[in-house]
T-cell receptor
Framework: SQELEQSPQSLIVQEGKNLTINCTSS?????LYWYKQKYGEGLIFLMM?????EEKSHEKITAKLDEKKQQSSLHITASQPSHAGIYLC????????????FGSGTQLTVLP | NAGVTQTPKFQVLKTGQSMTLQCAQD?????MYWYRQDPGMGLRLIYY???????DKGEVPNGYNVSRLNKREFSLRLESAAPSQTSVYFC??????????FGPGTRLTVT
């Protein structure tokens, strides 16, 4: 969706390297959701952010929502092959009750 | 606890054929959704059902119909399939908020 820009579209990193994926909107994000998708499978929920400046971590993955609530980043520390997949951000944008708008996804490849 | 299930997993149709994609959830969720996923376009909402007995159009509803059969089941029907409907279809559900739980998807090819 053009309402939610995700970058980069693809990322290839060496195992052990850190990486960041960004999700940006021109509208205020009332809720930001990060999902991971493995090929041929559905989306797995990772984290939800709602408050400006909020930061959450799970294992080696950290997600942040900026103070203006228009940009979120997903940071992976010391990447592993198990981190490979497609990462999608989904957002509740103003005026879209009960609906999520999704970014186009970031394809992450981690080379052993 | 199976979560969200979808059938079939794969389907090949000829242009003009019809079919119904089935979705069921066993989490007692109120809201259910149908998305399609195309390369470079992320997920786009086709239809959703906020609660049993209600359905609403999403971003790309043309060519599709839905039925919320009961609280558990939400089906998506293609009356006359077109090649432009070749995609991966995902069903999702959520209790009352926005954290959505997704099924494994149906890969549909229309020739």
């Amino acid at each position: 969706s053009q309402e939610l820009e995700q970058s980069p579209q693809s990322l290839i990193v060496q195992e052990g390297k850190n990486l960041t994926i960004n999700c940006t909107s021109s509208k205020t994000l009332y809720g930001l959701y990060w999902y991971k998708q493995k090929y041929g499978e559905g989306l797995i929920f990772l984290m939800m952010l709602q408050k400006g400046g909020e930061e959450k971590s799970h294992e080696k993955i950290t997600a942040k929502l900026d103070e203006k609530k228009q940009q979120s980043s997903l940071h992976i520390t010391a990447s592993q092959p198990s981190h490979a997949g497609i990462y999608l951000c989904g957002a509740q944008l103003s005026g879209s009750a009960r609906q999520l708008t999704f970014g186009s996804g970031t394809q992450l490849t981690v080379l052993p | 606890n199976a979560g969200v299930t979808q059938t079939p997993k794969f389907q090949v149709l000829k242009t003009g054929q019809s079919m119904t994609l089935q979705c069921a959830q066993d989490m007692n969720h109120n809201s259910m959704y149908w998305y399609r996923q195309d390369p470079g376009m992320g997920l786009r909402l086709i239809y959703y059902s906020a609660s049993e007995g209600t359905t609403d159009k999403g971003e790309v509803p043309n060519g599709y119909n839905v039925s919320r059969l009961n609280k558990r089941e939400f089906s998506l029907r293609l009356e006359s399939a077109a090649p432009s409907q070749t995609s991966v279809y995902f069903c999702a559900s959520t209790p009352t908020g926005y954290e959505q739980y997704f099924g494994p998807g149906t890969r549909l090819t229309v020739t």
